[in-house]
């Protein structure tokens, strides 16, 4: 596959440290120097589709395509307002396409994970064009009298357009099933036949564990799609990874041996926007003129799950 167009969409709304300051126990140096971040953009009054939606317009007129050339959607997506239908089945009415669409859960990973979707049936020739959106909200899934993790968060929807070409050089997805460090669990509707012991909450997150986690798992999976693309860190022109933490990418930096120079971040302007983060941040470079023909950039992810993904492209718009 190659990519052809991206798009994003982020809310109105920009939550600046200072602004959490009024109702938590916190301040703008705590925040930052845990996590980089000084603002992120939260959801007030739009809808998560329409963000999609939004992102998904750019990126296929910057394809310069139509909706009606797209013949598959993947959506990721966490969580959001429908249980059903799917998120992507509200974006194919959104754009106007007319073809079948899927949502995919992977959790923060879950862009990469589509990426490899859609270039897996590109491959076997039943899609030509193919949306891949990613939409999240994950401000909704945090308690805000919670210090340790409303602070992380922002919302958003990137996307991009593939077709076939050259582009995906190599990928790689993992998963380790580590469910207690991260999770969220709501309740379902009741019945007269549950006797069951059942729990609901806002997201729970052991912050030293995913840290950990993250760091060892991206630092494994980056030096394992080196050796097999057969190149030096220094070969890259980017390390677009997932936003999560200015900490974590540091440490992947640093792992690597590569100044910061190599890995452009928009996780102090944004927040944490789970699987968009990747999506945004490239349609962000993309933009701005920072992506050239023959960049070979390598996105990384992870998530709850334990999931990890990521792939080596070369940048071919």
Same mark, same amino acid.
């Given at each position: 596959?190659? #990519?052809?167009?991206?798009?994003?969409?982020?809310?109105?709304?920009?939550?600046?440290?200072?602004?959490?300051?009024?109702?938590?126990?916190?301040?703008?140096?705590?925040?930052?120097?845990?996590?980089?971040?000084?603002?992120?953009?939260?959801?007030?009054?739009?809808?998560?589709?329409?963000?999609?939606?939004?992102?998904?317009?750019?990126?296929?007129?910057?394809?310069?395509?139509?909706?009606?050339?797209?013949?598959?959607?993947?959506?990721?997506?966490?969580?959001?307002?429908?249980?059903?239908?799917?998120?992507?089945? #509200?974006?194919?009415?959104?754009?106007?396409?007319?073809?079948?669409?899927?949502?995919?859960?992977?959790?923060?990973?879950?862009?990469?994970?589509?990426?490899?979707?859609?270039?897996?049936?590109?491959?076997?020739?039943?899609?030509?064009?193919?949306?891949?959106?990613?939409?999240?909200?994950?401000?909704?899934?945090?308690?805000?009298?919670?210090?340790?993790?409303?602070?992380?968060?922002?919302?958003?929807?990137?996307?991009?357009?593939?077709?076939?070409?050259?582009?995906?050089?190599?990928?790689?997805?993992?998963?380790?099933?580590?469910?207690?460090?991260?999770?969220?669990?709501?309740?379902?509707?009741?019945?007269?036949?549950?006797?069951?012991?059942?729990?609901?909450?806002?997201?729970?997150?052991?912050?030293?564990?995913?840290?950990?986690?993250?760091?060892?798992?991206?630092?494994?999976?980056?030096?394992?799609?080196?050796?097999?693309?057969?190149?030096?860190?220094?070969?890259?022109?980017?390390?677009?990874?997932?936003?999560?933490?200015?900490?974590?990418?540091?440490?992947?930096?640093?792992?690597?041996?590569?100044?910061?120079?190599?890995?452009?971040?928009?996780?102090?302007?944004?927040?944490?926007?789970?699987?968009?983060?990747?999506?945004?941040?490239?349609?962000?470079?993309?933009?701005?003129?920072?992506?050239?023909?023959?960049?070979?950039?390598?996105?990384?992810?992870?998530?709850?799950?334990?999931?990890?993904?990521?792939?080596?492209?070369?940048?071919?718009?």
């Amino acid at each position: 596959m190659k #990519i052809i167009g991206t798009g994003r969409a982020h809310p109105a709304k920009v939550v600046t440290n200072a602004m959490l300051e009024e109702f938590l126990d916190t301040s703008d140096e705590w925040i930052k120097e845990r996590t980089g971040m000084s603002v992120r953009k939260v959801i007030s009054d739009e809808k998560l589709e329409d963000l999609a939606i939004e992102a998904s317009i750019k990126a296929i007129e910057d394809a310069g395509l139509k909706a009606t050339d797209i013949d598959y959607i993947i959506c990721s997506n966490v969580v959001n307002e429908y249980v059903t239908p799917s998120l992507s089945c #509200i974006i194919q009415g959104g754009v106007g396409a007319k073809c079948a669409c899927v949502d995919v859960n992977a959790a923060c990973s879950g862009f990469i994970y589509a990426l490899d979707m859609a270039d897996d049936r590109l491959k076997s020739g039943k899609a030509r064009n193919i949306l891949v959106v990613a939409a999240e909200e994950p401000t909704r899934m945090v308690d805000w009298s919670d210090r340790s993790t409303c602070v992380l968060f922002g919302d958003g929807a990137g996307a991009v357009v593939v077709t076939q070409g050259e582009g995906m050089i190599c990928s790689r997805l993992t998963t380790q099933s580590k469910t207690s460090c991260l999770y969220y669990k709501r309740m379902l509707e009741p019945t007269p036949y549950i006797t069951k012991e059942e729990t609901a909450g806002p997201m729970y997150m052991n912050g030293r564990e995913v840290f950990k986690t993250a760091v060892l798992s991206s630092a494994k999976d980056i030096t394992k799609l080196l050796k097999q693309a057969g190149l030096q860190p220094s070969d890259l022109k980017y390390y677009i990874l997932h936003q999560a933490n200015m900490r974590i990418i540091e440490a992947v930096a640093n792992y690597l041996k590569l100044d910061m120079s190599y890995f452009p971040t928009n996780v102090e302007r944004c927040g944490n926007t789970s699987s968009a983060s990747v999506a945004l941040l490239l349609d962000e470079l993309h933009r701005d003129g920072k992506l050239q023909r023959g960049d070979k950039i390598l996105m990384s992810a992870f998530g709850a799950g334990f999931t990890t993904a990521a792939c080596i492209i070369e940048w071919t718009k």
